[in-house]
């Protein structure tokens, strides 16, 4: 699945425009590498999301095309959550 696509549709951000914009200014890390709104997103992968003052590191724990709004947080766990440094 597409990262910008699983930011939207696991609620971590609201709009898939955002989360694409997010992606093409290098805020988001996969595994260490910065990551692209095209790169594959797979389960296992680690996120570093630097929104606004913080720092959202989360764990891909599922994939799904679709999901109600109550299960969305079932598709990743929070591993840290941190103000950012920069």
């Known amino acids: 699945m597409r990262l910008d696509k699983f930011l939207k549709v696991s609620r971590l951000i609201k709009r898939r425009t955002v989360a694409k914009e997010l992606a093409d200014q ?5 595994n260490g590498r910065p990551a692209k709104a095209s790169t594959d997103v797979n389960l296992g992968d680690v996120l570093e999301i630097r929104l606004g003052q913080k720092l959202m590191t989360i764990k891909v724990t599922d994939l799904k ?13 929070v591993v840290s959550e941190e103000p ?3």
């Open 65 to 77: 095309e679709t999901v109600k709004k109550e299960e969305a947080a079932d598709l990743y766990e």
């Open 84 to 86: 950012s440094t920069l």
């Open 26 to 30: 290098g805020r988001v890390v996969i």
